[in-house]
C-alpha cells in the first residue's frame, strides 16, 4: 500500500503542476483550446519515461504485466477527475430557466389522448408476450403468459368503447375533443375511463414539478431514473391507479371472493395468495404505466429546453456543418486526382486508403477511366496491355495494390513524364502539309486533334442585372432574389446546389415547414433542383 500511496503522491502533484499551468483561477469562460491542451498534457505525462518508472516503482516485486498497467492508469484518471472537479465548482451554475408549465384547460385534452396511446402500446406488448408464450412448456415462460394474461385483462377494463363514451355523461366533456378529432382521421383509437383519466392529469402534474432546469443540472443522465423514483413514492397517485382497475367490470368479474372462510385454512390461504397475485399484478402495470408516460414528458420538456435556450442552427452553424459534410465525403472516398496530389512518401497515404477501400469491397476503381488505370498499373510495376479490357485491369490493379507495400514507381504522376488522357493532344495532318508545301498558299488546315484547343462557342443565357453594391459584396447571397437581405433576416441553404435561400424566398414562410427542416438530418432541396 506504500508503493501506491506514492504513486498516487506524484501524479497528483504530476497533474496538479499542468493544472496550475493552465491558470484557471477565475470564474471566466474558459476556451475550449485551454480544455484540449490540458489533456494533452496529460496524455503527454502518460506516455512518458517518468510515468513508465512509477508504475514500475509501484509494483517493485512483481513483473509488470497489462494488469498493472491498466490499474495505474485508472489511478491517473481519477486523480484528473477530482482535480478537474475542484476546478469545476468555481464556476455556478447556468441561469438560463424555463417558464412555469401547468397543466391547462386546453392541455387536458391532450393528456387524455396521450393516456389512451400509453394504455394501447402497453396492450399489444402484452398481447405480443401472450402470443410467444402460449404453447411453452417451459416454467418461466409459463409464468410469462400468466402474467400477461392477468395484465391484459386489467388493460381491457381500463379501455372504453366509442359508443359507449359518447353516450356516457363524463365528467370533463372538453378532453374528449382531441380524442374525438384524431378518430375522424385515425379509426380505432383507444379511449379510456374518466377514473384513469384523472390518474393520467395528476400524474402530468407531479411529471410538471420534477422535469424542471434545476432536477436536469443535479441530475444529469439520471434524470429519468429520479423522476421515476418519486412518482412511485406518491401515495395519492397510488390510490387513483387503484381506484381505476378496481372500478373495471373485469376486475370485478374475475375477481375472487374477498370473503375469508371461518373453519377451512387451505381455502383461506389460497385467498390470500390470490389477492397478494392482485396486488403484484397492478404493481407491474402501475410501473408500465409511469414509465410510458414520463417517457412521453422527457421528449415534450426536452423540446421546451430547445425553445425557451432558444438553441436554433445559425447561418454560420450551417457552414460549418457543409463544410464538415464535404470533408467527410472526401475521406471516404478517393480518386485519380487526389492520388497525383497526394505527397507524402512514395504515396504511403494514397496507398493506405486505396487498400483499406479494397478491402471493405469498395468499387473505388471502377469509376476511374481506363488510361488512368494505365498510369496506376505502371505507378505499381504491374503488366498492363492497352488493348487489355477495363474489368482486366481493374482485376490486375486490385490483386497489385492488395500484395504491394507502397507505390514503386511515382514519377509516373509527373506532368512531364506522361501525357494526362483528359488533355487533347495537338497533331498534324500529313495531308494540309502536302496541300500546303505544293500550292503554296498559305492555307491552313485543322485536323480533328486541334478541335479541342478552340475557343467553345457558347449562347448566351439571360441573367438578371445585379447592383453594384450586390456584385462586389463578398457575402452570401440569396439565389432567387440575389441580394442580402436585412440583418436578422432567416436563411437556409439548399443541400443539392450549396446555395443559400432567404426564409421567404425559400417558400418556408409557416413555422410549419421551417420548424421541418432545422434538424440535421433533414435535407432541404430548392424548387430548381427537386
Given at each position: 500500500m506504500n508503493e501506491i500511496t506514492k504513486f498516487c503522491e506524484k501524479e497528483f502533484f504530476a497533474l496538479n503542476a499542468i493544472m496550475d499551468y493552465m491558470n484557471i483561477t477565475e470564474p471566466v469562460q474558459v476556451k475550449p483550446e485551454t480544455l484540449t491542451k490540458f489533456i494533452e498534457k496529460c496524455h503527454q505525462h502518460q506516455i512518458s519515461a517518468q510515468y513508465k518508472l512509477n508504475c514500475m516503482l509501484c509494483f517493485p516485486n512483481t513483473n509488470i504485466l497489462s494488469g498493472h498497467w491498466y490499474i495505474t492508469y485508472k489511478l491517473t484518471v481519477a486523480i484528473r477527475q477530482f482535480i478537474l472537479s475542484r476546478k469545476e465548482k468555481l464556476f455556478p451554475s447556468a441561469e438560463k430557466e424555463i417558464s412555469k408549465r401547468q397543466v391547462t384547460n386546453a392541455s387536458k385534452a391532450r393528456i387524455r389522448y396521450v393516456g389512451g396511446y400509453c394504455i394501447h402500446k402497453i396492450k399489444e406488448e402484452q398481447v405480443s408476450i401472450v402470443k410467444t408464450h402460449m404453447y411453452s412448456k417451459s416454467v418461466e415462460a409459463q409464468e410469462k403468459y400468466e402474467k400477461a394474461s392477468n395484465v391484459l385483462t386489467i388493460v381491457q377494463g381500463m379501455r372504453e368503447k366509442e359508443e359507449h363514451l359518447k353516450k356516457k355523461n363524463t365528467s370533463d366533456p372538453d378532453s374528449l375533443m382531441d380524442t374525438i378529432r384524431k378518430q375522424c382521421t385515425n379509426k380505432g383509437l383507444t379511449h379510456i375511463s374518466d377514473e384513469l383519466y384523472q390518474f393520467f392529469v395528476k400524474l402530468c402534474e407531479i411529471c410538471l414539478t420534477l422535469l424542471i432546469d434545476?432536477?436536469?443540472?443535479?441530475?444529469?443522465?439520471?434524470?429519468?431514473?429520479?423522476?421515476?423514483?418519486?412518482?412511485?413514492?406518491?401515495?395519492?397517485?397510488?390510490?387513483?391507479?387503484?381506484?381505476?382497475?378496481?372500478?373495471?367490470?373485469?376486475m370485478e368479474s374475475t375477481g375472487q371472493s374477498l370473503i375469508l372462510p371461518s373453519e377451512n385454512s387451505h381455502q383461506i390461504e389460497a385467498v390470500m395468495n390470490g389477492i397478494l397475485k392482485k396486488v403484484s399484478i397492478m404493481e407491474y402495470l402501475f410501473t408500465l404505466v409511469i414509465k410510458k408516460f414520463l417517457f412521453i414528458m422527457l421528449v415534450q420538456f426536452r423540446a421546451d429546453l430547445i425553445q425557451a435556450f432558444e438553441v436554433a442552427k445559425t447561418m454560420s452553424h450551417r457552414q460549418q456543418i457543409q463544410l464538415r459534410k464535404k470533408k467527410e465525403e472526401s475521406l471516404k472516398s478517393i480518386t485519380f486526382k487526389t492520388i497525383t496530389d497526394d505527397n507524402t512518401d512514395r504515396k504511403h497515404m494514397s496507398h493506405s486508403?486505396?487498400?483499406?477501400?479494397?478491402?471493405?469491397?469498395?468499387?473505388?476503381?471502377?469509376?476511374?477511366?481506363?488510361?488512368?488505370?494505365?498510369?496506376?498499373?505502371?505507378?505499381?510495376?504491374?503488366?498492363?496491355k492497352t488493348q487489355s479490357?477495363?474489368?482486366?485491369?481493374?482485376?490486375?490493379?486490385?490483386?497489385?495494390?492488395?500484395?504491394?507495400?507502397?507505390?514503386?514507381?511515382?514519377?509516373?504522376?509527373?506532368?512531364?513524364?506522361?501525357?494526362?488522357?483528359?488533355?487533347?493532344?495537338?497533331?498534324?495532318?500529313?495531308?494540309?502539309?502536302?496541300?500546303?508545301?505544293?500550292?503554296?498558299?498559305?492555307?491552313?488546315?485543322?485536323?480533328?486533334?486541334?478541335?479541342?484547343?478552340?475557343?467553345?462557342?457558347?449562347?448566351?443565357?439571360?441573367?438578371?442585372?445585379?447592383?453594384?453594391?450586390?456584385?462586389?459584396?463578398?457575402?452570401?447571397?440569396?439565389?432567387?432574389?440575389?441580394?442580402?437581405?436585412?440583418?436578422?433576416?432567416?436563411?437556409?441553404?439548399?443541400?443539392?446546389?450549396?446555395?443559400?435561400?432567404?426564409?421567404?424566398?425559400?417558400?418556408?414562410?409557416?413555422?410549419?415547414?421551417?420548424?421541418?427542416?432545422?434538424?440535421?438530418?433533414?435535407?432541404?432541396?430548392?424548387?430548381?433542383?427537386?
Open positions: 434545476k432536477n436536469l443540472n443535479e441530475k444529469g443522465e439520471l434524470l429519468f431514473d429520479h423522476c421515476f423514483t418519486e412518482i412511485k413514492r406518491s401515495t395519492e397517485l397510488t390510490d387513483l391507479f387503484t381506484h381505476a382497475c378496481s372500478v373495471s367490470n373485469a486508403l486505396l487498400q483499406g477501400m479494397l478491402l471493405r469491397k469498395t468499387a473505388i476503381l471502377e469509376p476511374m477511366t481506363k488510361p488512368q488505370l494505365l498510369v496506376l498499373c505502371k505507378a505499381y510495376n504491374l503488366p498492363a479490357k477495363k474489368a482486366e485491369s481493374v482485376k490486375v490493379l486490385t490483386e497489385g495494390i492488395l500484395n504491394s507495400q507502397c507505390m514503386s514507381k511515382t514519377e509516373v504522376f509527373v506532368p512531364h513524364a506522361s501525357t494526362s488522357a483528359q488533355e487533347p493532344v495537338p497533331s498534324t495532318s500529313t495531308m494540309s502539309s502536302c496541300s500546303t508545301h505544293d500550292s503554296g498558299e498559305p492555307t491552313t488546315h485543322t485536323s480533328r486533334g486541334n478541335v479541342s484547343e478552340a475557343i467553345p462557342i457558347t449562347s448566351v443565357l439571360e441573367l438578371p442585372i445585379l447592383d453594384m453594391e450586390t456584385v462586389e459584396s463578398d457575402e452570401e447571397l440569396c439565389k432567387v432574389c440575389h441580394t442580402k437581405g436585412k440583418s436578422n433576416v432567416e436563411w437556409i441553404q439548399c443541400n443539392s446546389c450549396n446555395q443559400w435561400l432567404h426564409r421567404n424566398c425559400a417558400g418556408l414562410r409557416s413555422k410549419a415547414k421551417w420548424n421541418k427542416f432545422q434538424d440535421e438530418g433533414i435535407p432541404f432541396m430548392c424548387t430548381e433542383c427537386i
